[in-house]
């Protein structure tokens, strides 16, 4: 049972390059969510997706774009990355409102 | 705005003792609230929740406490032990909004 996959664990971009960060669960879960972690500002939420179909802005969705591909996966892109987009990012499940989250290993980005 | 605060960056304690993390949100409209620890280069891992119609929750070591009127809960850790050493995340939610806010973190060191 892998739960959460994320792909890459790391990568290093140049300032204006793009790239897609994938992310799939094998919980058959309907909720899946993206999040920065910086030090000093803990985990931000950048986008969500409540159910298969939709997609929601969380607090921080500014330079990012998501597609939830199907049940399993959702994918976070940077159109064009800047320094300030230098971060772990983490993808997770849920099943529903009111129950737990489960996260990837993380994805360790710098963007110089 | 930060809609949930951990205060403390940090808190060590004695192998043994009781830890205490501390956690303050300012939605009025949250009613379920979460514990996560977090180990370097892992995801975060669930710990404890509770709900709003709830003011303890209890598994093994670890109880959570809800203050609604005051918007603030606790995690107590007892006894602490050293395997205990992480960043621990609080998180709450609105029922049906799916949306999860996390808190920046307290460092747990826990002394041998």
């Known amino acids: 049972n892998a739960g959460v996959t994320q792909t890459p664990k790391f990568q290093v971009l140049k300032t204006g390059q793009s790239m897609t960060l994938q992310c799939a669960q094998d919980?058959?879960?309907?909720?899946m969510y993206w999040y920065r972690q910086d030090p000093g500002m803990g985990l931000r939420l950048i986008y969500y997706s409540a159910s298969e179909g939709t997609t929601d802005k969380g607090e921080v969705p500014n330079g990012y774009n998501v597609s939830r591909l199907n049940k399993r996966e959702f994918s976070l892109r940077l159109e064009s990355a800047a320094p300030s987009q230098t971060s772990v990012y983490f993808c997770?499940?849920?099943?529903?409102?009111?129950?737990?989250?489960?996260f990837g290993q993380g994805t360790r980005l710098t963007v110089v | 705005d930060q809609q949930v605060k951990q205060n403390s960056p940090s808190l060590s304690v004695q192998e043994g003792r009781i830890s205490i993390l501390n956690c303050d949100y300012t939605?009025?409209?949250?009613?379920?609230f979460l514990w996560y620890k977090k180990y370097p280069a892992e995801g975060p891992t669930f710990l404890i929740s509770?709900?709003?119609?709830?003011d303890k929750n209890e598994d093994g070591r670890f109880t959570v406490f809800l203050n609604k009127s005051a918007k603030h809960l606790s995690l107590h850790i007892v006894p602490s032990q050293p395997g205990d050493s992480a960043v621990y995340f609080c998180a709450a939610s609105a029922y049906g909004t799916y949306k999860y806010i996390f808190g920046t973190g307290t460092r747990l060191k826990v002394l041998a």
């Open positions: 919980m058959n879960h309907n909720s």
């Open positions: 509770i709900s709003s119609i709830k």
């Open positions: 997770a499940s849920y099943r529903g409102s009111d129950t737990e989250a489960f």
């Open positions: 939605n009025s409209m949250f009613d379920y």
